[in-house]
């Protein structure tokens, strides 16, 4: 057993407003300059949908991830060794920048300068890298308003396998319903986008997981980002070099939580340690599809097993890591209530962002032009435990984005959610715990206390509650390398000299 550290976060989809407030301040922190203007390190899909860059789960296109081959074997979807070489000057598999969009601003010099006339000057678009007017007819998350309509949820791939009948009727108008995606790298820890890169400017950090680009090293091949299956890492044409989200690693070692962490009005995002066994790695991404998802929840250890914490010891884990590890909300989630999902285990890249399915209400059926809920006439909890097949948003797109097409675990994490809140509902509003209740905690596979637990974690969290993150003690780290003094009031962030293109 070989423990690591990896700093995780998770979000719970189920609070998830689609304010986009994560987004910019990621954008006004990290990608408000040149040659990062379609930069979304965070962005928020409205989904159903087709995501930012359009379309990014289709790997058959995208050529994201990895693959089994024939003998059991992992494979980049992208290449063989010898193949990366082929596609080093022609790559079909790299998005294009309609993919994205083009980044423009406004000639605002219009609205000063126009000459006098009956009509109101406007700021027309300009492109960014022409300099040329352009028309927008794209963007992230373009599909915000059209939510659930059938011009973008019918193109989202992980609508395959959803039920024609149910497909017609969430594009019916009084049915449509959608719900909001956030995405940030996931920081892997089998990632497809270091395996690819050819110059090696992709690496792991070893202390919390954080996976970054060395842009002194980066040579522009784009490999990477054809490789991310999660379409994460980004070109900066200005500079030549690739980018992505760094997990704001800068605030985690100054003891503050992601900026788009720490922005969310809906407190949906949580932040913390997880533990995990590193020799299990390549052995789990290799196994078939229907073994991927609990082989990976499998490989985050107990880190209050004593095992565990022996193993840590001595893979030189800092004691304040380990408490940080025991106190991780991440845990809970996780592997204590088993609430959380990976997005797109089936990539096996074993994501370690992870995500709590959402609610939705409950289908209606029409009869003679009125809109009926499919309720039996007889009095029925609220909630409607045993209706989760006919829930407005199918149980079968949520499997294929969080556990590989598998619809069980996400029936028994709604089925989980819909039991703590039907004991909530009869502690406040009857005042009292009936037998019925608990023995439906018990169905759902949880105590009093658990629901009490998830109640809390879920609706008051407080910051502490929401981030528990481990003292990095950085003048450890630059001990190894020299002075200390020399980097005092600094963080890891930054460069003595820009990079250039080419370098």
Request: contains cysteine.
């Amino acid at each position: 057993m070989r423990v690591r550290a990896q700093m995780s976060m998770l979000f719970h989809l189920d609070k998830c407003i689609g304010c986009h407030t994560c987004s910019v301040a990621c954008k006004n922190l990290w990608t408000d300059r040149d040659g990062a203007e379609y930069m979304w390190w965070n962005n928020v899909e409205t989904r159903p949908g087709t995501g930012y860059p359009t379309g990014w789960e289709d790997q058959d296109h995208y050529k994201g991830g990895w693959h089994r081959d024939k003998k059991g074997r992992l494979k980049l979807v992208l290449h063989s060794r010898g193949g990366g070489v082929a596609k080093a000057f022609f790559n079909p598999a790299l998005p294009e920048l309609e993919d994205y969009y083009d980044p423009f601003t406004f000639r605002y010099g219009d609205l000063f300068d126009s000459p006098a006339g009956e009509q109101q000057p406007t700021a027309i678009p300009i492109s960014k890298i022409t300099g040329k007017p352009l028309e927008v007819n794209t963007g992230p998350n373009w599909d915000d308003d059209l939510g659930g309509s059938d011009i973008f949820a019918a193109n989202d791939p992980s609508m395959d396998g959803v039920d024609d009948v149910v497909r017609a009727q969430m594009e019916e108008l009084e049915r449509v319903v959608f719900n909001y995606l956030p995405r940030i790298c996931n920081h892997c820890l089998n990632p497809s986008c270091l395996a690819a890169c050819p110059s090696g400017a992709i690496y792991k950090r070893a202390e919390d997981g954080v996976v970054l680009v060395n842009e002194d090293k980066c040579r522009g091949w784009r490999m990477c980002v054809s490789g991310c299956p999660y379409k994460k890492v980004y070109y900066n044409w200005d500079s030549g070099k690739s980018e992505k989200c760094i997990l704001c690693f800068p605030r985690l070692e100054t003891g503050q939580a992601p900026a788009c962490a720490h922005s969310c009005v809906g407190r949906i995002r949580y932040m913390g340690v997880l533990l995990y066994d590193a020799d299990k790695i390549a052995t789990n991404a290799a196994l078939p599809d229907d073994e991927l998802l609990d082989a990976q929840l499998d490989m985050i250890l107990d880190p209050s097993d004593p095992n565990v914490i022996t193993a840590a010891r001595l893979a030189g884990i800092d004691e304040g890591w380990l408490d940080a590890a025991q106190r991780s909300p991440l845990y809970k989630f996780v592997k204590e209530w088993r609430l959380a999902f990976p997005l797109h285990p089936e990539y096996r890249t074993e994501a370690m962002m992870f995500y709590v399915p959402p609610l939705s209400p409950v289908m209606s059926t029409i009869e003679q032009n009125l809109v009926k809920l499919e309720i039996p006439d007889e009095r029925r909890d609220f909630e409607l435990l045993d209706e989760l097949e006919k829930a407005r948003l199918p149980l079968e797109y949520l499997a294929n984005l969080f556990t590989v097409g598998d619809v069980e675990p996400i029936k028994r994490v709604l089925t989980s959610m819909l039991a703590v809140r039907t004991y909530k509902r009869r502690q406040s509003v009857d005042g009292s715990i009936d037998e019925d209740t608990i023995e439906l905690l018990a169905a759902a596979g949880l105590t009093e206390n658990e629901a009490e637990a998830v109640y809390k974690m879920t609706t008051t969290p407080t910051m502490d509650d929401r981030f528990v993150l481990p003292p990095y003690h950085r003048e450890m780290s630059l001990e190894a390398v020299g002075d200390p003094l020399t980097a005092k009031g600094e963080t890891g962030f930054g460069y003595l000299t820009p990079p250039r293109r080419g370098a």
